[in-house]
């Protein structure tokens, strides 16, 4: 085993036990365990669950920039880009559902050194063409005027919220994990037709 395909299989093993366990109920020997490697070896990578988590995190945060910047040049229509940005947000959201809630730990605890982090990554996430592309739909009157940065503001929230509302949402809805996992698949299709239907014309 390489060290390459060593912190590759515990990266991939922590991602399973974060996304079924949550954040605070995940623990370091069941990742070293799904890992194939004793607990040991774990800690010789990462030292905490924070750190390891951590990781997580700018993994799946430089693959959505990557994808999200990739959509946002996108010389295609804007309710296609609409589409196209809230599917594969929804899809990073379902294969990691505790980094909503812990980018809002970690901007609560470290605030701007986190966004200074954020900002300074090779692969920043840069909305400007799609913001830009909105304006000049809403100039040409082909969408109703809407403020472009109030409708990027509103897609994330849309997205994301549900993620760091999940165990209140469970609780008072009485959804157990499959069922809200389902739903929050098809919120992909209710967030896009919920956008799209807000700046159609002749709503």
């Given at each position: 085993?390489?060290?390459?395909?060593?912190?590759?299989?515990?990266?991939?093993?922590?991602r399973?036990?974060?996304?079924?366990?949550?954040?605070?109920?995940?623990?370091?020997q069941?990742?070293a365990?799904?890992?194939?490697?004793?607990?040991?070896?774990?800690?010789?990578?990462y030292?905490?669950?924070?750190?390891?988590?951590?990781?997580?995190?700018?993994?799946?945060?430089?693959?959505?920039?990557?994808?999200?910047?990739?959509?946002?040049?996108?010389?295609?229509?804007?309710?296609?880009?609409i589409?196209?940005f809230?599917s594969?947000?929804?899809?990073?959201?379902l294969?990691?559902?505790?980094?909503?809630?812990f980018?809002?730990n970690?901007?609560?605890?470290?605030?701007?050194?986190?966004?200074?982090?954020?900002?300074?990554?090779?692969?920043?996430?840069?909305?400007?063409?799609?913001?830009?592309?909105?304006?000049?739909?809403?100039?040409?009157?082909?969408?109703?005027?809407v403020?472009?940065?109030?409708?990027?503001?509103?897609?994330l929230?849309?997205?994301?919220?549900?993620f760091?509302?999940?165990?209140?949402?469970?609780?008072?809805?009485?959804?157990?994990?499959?069922t809200?996992?389902?739903?929050?698949?098809?919120?992909?299709?209710?967030?896009?037709?919920?956008?799209?239907?807000?700046?159609?014309?002749?709503?």
């Amino acid at each position: 085993m390489t060290e390459q395909t060593t912190e590759g299989r515990i990266l991939e093993a922590a991602r399973q036990v974060f996304m079924r366990k949550g954040f605070a109920a995940a623990r370091m020997q069941e990742i070293a365990d799904v890992a194939g490697i004793n607990k040991g070896l774990l800690h010789y990578y990462y030292r905490n669950k924070n750190k390891l988590f951590k990781a997580v995190f700018d993994e799946a945060f430089e693959r959505f920039a990557l994808q999200a910047n990739t959509i946002f040049a996108a010389d295609i229509p804007l309710f296609e880009k609409i589409e196209s940005f809230v599917s594969e947000y929804m899809d990073i959201m379902l294969e990691n559902p505790s980094l909503p809630a812990f980018v809002i730990n970690e901007l609560n605890q470290k605030g701007e050194e986190f966004v200074r982090g954020i900002m300074n990554s090779k692969h920043r996430p840069n909305p400007l063409p799609l913001i830009g592309q909105i304006q000049l739909e809403v100039e040409a009157g082909r969408i109703r005027p809407v403020n472009s940065l109030h409708m990027m503001l509103n897609m994330l929230s849309l997205c994301a919220f549900p993620f760091i509302a999940r165990p209140m949402f469970q609780g008072i809805a009485q959804v157990d994990d499959a069922t809200y996992m389902k739903l929050m698949e098809s919120r992909k299709r209710e967030v896009t037709d919920f956008i799209l239907n807000a700046i159609r014309l002749n709503q």
